[in-house]
């Protein structure tokens, strides 16, 4: 069976510190892989997605950026952390298009 | 631009009751819609997922309807338990392959 892996589960950073959030993916080949991020009250907003290796789309301009080095791995980064980047981050995997999302346990970013 | 709505946004009933949560959409161009349930913390779990071409679709004491035309779609949980406290989120995928999440209803089963 398919199962996917994030960590770390909670994570706090200083202003301006880098990030790296990674997300794996076992028991599937050529996912597709998705990053969201859950504000408190609010419903996920869809971060990044990626269809295959080295192709990474972004919704919405921002301090982030995502990559795929390897079919079932995905990477989340930041140069330097904001506060607004406080939140919780959701990875997720689908089959393909238009197929059911599975969703990894989340990171909690904390940024002071 | 697609919007979800949930309504009621928290929910509290007392344990063995049936209820309904609601999931509103604006835009009736949608390919599937699938509900799910967040424990405080964590991640989210798949419930259903209802195809365009479909009414409803059932999983043990769960039963989601999906009503296109209207843009909206019902979960419906029977027999209540504590177990059963969460928020449950519907997410509508359009033909452009987005997903859109609405914001939840967060629900508590009182023993």
């Known amino acids: 069976s398919q199962t996917i892996h994030q960590w770390p589960a909670t994570l706090v950073q200083p202003v301006g510190s880098p990030l790296s959030l990674e997300c794996t993916v076992e028991?599937?080949?050529?996912?597709?892989l998705y990053w969201y991020r859950q504000a408190a009250g609010r419903g996920l907003q869809l971060l990044f997605y990626s269809v295959g290796i080295g192709q990474i789309s972004s919704e919405v301009p921002q301090n982030l950026s995502a990559s795929r080095p390897q079919d079932r791995q995905f990477i989340l980064s930041s140069k330097k952390l904001l506060l607004s980047d406080s939140g919780f981050y959701l990875c997720a995997w689908s089959q393909g298009p238009y197929q059911p999302q599975h969703f990894g346990d989340g990171t909690r970013l904390s940024i002071l | 631009k697609q919007e979800v709505t949930q309504i009621p946004a928290a929910l509290s009933v007392p344990e063995g009751e049936n209820l309904v949560l609601n999931c509103s959409f604006t835009d009736s161009a949608i390919y599937n819609l699938q509900w799910f349930r967040q424990d405080p913390g964590k991640g989210l779990t798949s419930l259903l997922l209802?195809?365009?071409?479909?009414r409803e679709q059932t999983s043990g004491r769960l039963n989601a309807s999906l009503d296109k035309s209207s843009g909206r779609s019902t979960l419906y949980i029977a027999a209540s338990q504590p177990g059963d406290s969460a928020t449950y989120l519907c997410?509508?995928?359009?033909?452009?392959?987005?997903?859109?999440f609405g914001p939840g209803t967060r629900l508590s089963v009182l023993p």
């Open positions: 997410a509508v995928i359009d033909y452009g392959q987005n997903f859109v």
């Open positions: 209802i195809q365009s071409s479909q």
């Open positions: 028991g599937t080949s050529n996912p597709n």
